[in-house]
């Protein structure tokens, strides 16, 4: 089997090569910032499996710090500020004072009695409505109740795994593409 390499195709195959080469901090960057997407949807996705949270609260607490040229690194930040009780799913929705007991399900399949809990309107905040308990005696005792914070849900060990997984795989395809795409063959 013999093969033979055109003189044309050889210096062609070298003009593409160095014009990505030139543009390979683009590439990095593009390819790092869409993979960073791609994990901040697939953690949004897999914390909502386990937890009873919509996905318009989770994307909000889970921020992405762009790559740029000059810094190849893209970041996924999960707030560890709280989130109140009321974001997760609530049996009572409504303020009926002390009518029923109030069952929160943070965790799926796993509703809890929440003794001491109640809805209210509290602070003087235009619709401030949420779960509260009272922490002492008096007026302005009453603390908004909070459950777990994005970091906590989002950093178990089974979504690390299945993330880093992900990540990996992503990002080598979107290399790929972004490359073939810089060279402009795909």
């Known amino acids: 089997m013999n093969f033979e390499i055109d003189n044309k195709e050889v210096k062609q195959a070298l003009i593409l090569l160095k014009a990505a080469n030139k543009n390979i901090n683009k590439i990095f960057t593009r390819s790092l910032n869409r993979t960073a997407q791609m994990a901040k949807t697939k953690q949004n996705k897999l914390i909502r499996q386990g937890y009873n949270v919509p996905a318009q ?9 762009k ?4 810094k190849l690194e893209a970041i996924v930040l999960n707030s560890s500020k709280r989130l109140s009780l009321d974001s997760f799913k609530v049996n009572k929705i409504k303020p009926d ?3 029923e007991k109030i069952k929160v399900s ?7 009695v929440l003794d001491g809990g109640f809805w209210a309107f509290f602070k003087s905040k235009h619709n401030n409505l949420g779960l ?12 908004k109740i909070y459950g777990p914070s994005a ?8 979504i690390i795994e299945e993330l880093e997984e992900e990540v990996k795989e992503n990002f080598n395809k979107r ?3 972004e490359f073939l795409r810089e060279l402009g063959i795909k």
């Open 57 to 65: 609260i989770v994307r909000e607490k889970i921020k992405l710090e």
């Open 67 to 70: 790559a740029k040229p000059g």
């Open 97 to 99: 004072h002390y009518k």
């Open 106 to 112: 943070v965790k799926k399949g796993s509703p809890k």
């Open 132 to 143: 509260y308990s009272r922490s002492g005696l008096g007026r302005d005792t009453l603390e």
């Open 151 to 158: 970091y906590q849900m989002g950093t178990n060990s089974e």
């Open 175 to 177: 290399f790929e593409h």
